[in-house]
């Protein structure tokens, strides 16, 4: 069975980092892309970035272009995100999420075919 877990969320004050994880079973990461998504409170959810199962491909949103990178260790089939630089408006609720896309992968919320429960972020001073 597939299970998609997050974690590494916290409280973290303006101008520090976190690192996300998604440790992924019951598929490989050659097998499905893998993008985070981001939900903040009366907003939409939202793609900010993605890594392809053919080749590691990574994808990200406008809005978080040189702050978050998003990388893989295949060994562990875990995914993380490395959040710099963070600001209130990164505060929000991040999802992991899997999708059969071999290459671009940030794609809508109804492409992906499994979710993880989400890990929270706060950035507040």
């Known amino acids: 069975q597939v299970q998609i877990v997050e974690s590494g969320g916290g409280l973290v004050q303006p101008g520090g980092s976190l690192r996300l994880s998604c440790a992924v079973s019951?598929?490989?990461?050659?097998?499905?892309?893998i993008a985070w998504f981001r939900q903040a409170p009366g907003k939409e959810r939202e793609g900010v970035s993605c890594?392809?199962?053919?080749?590691?491909?990574?994808y990200y949103a406008d809005s978080v272009k040189g702050r978050f990178t998003i990388s893989r260790n295949n060994a562990k089939n875990t995914v993380y995100l490395q959040i710099n630089n963070l600001k209130p408006e990164d505060t929000a609720a991040y999802y992991c999420a899997a999708q059969r896309a071999s290459y671009y992968c940030l794609g809508p919320v109804y492409e992906y075919d499994y979710w993880g429960q989400g890990t929270h972020v706060t950035v507040s001073s």
């Open positions: 890594i392809s199962r053919m080749d590691g491909s990574t």
């Open positions: 019951g598929f490989t990461l050659d097998e499905y892309s």
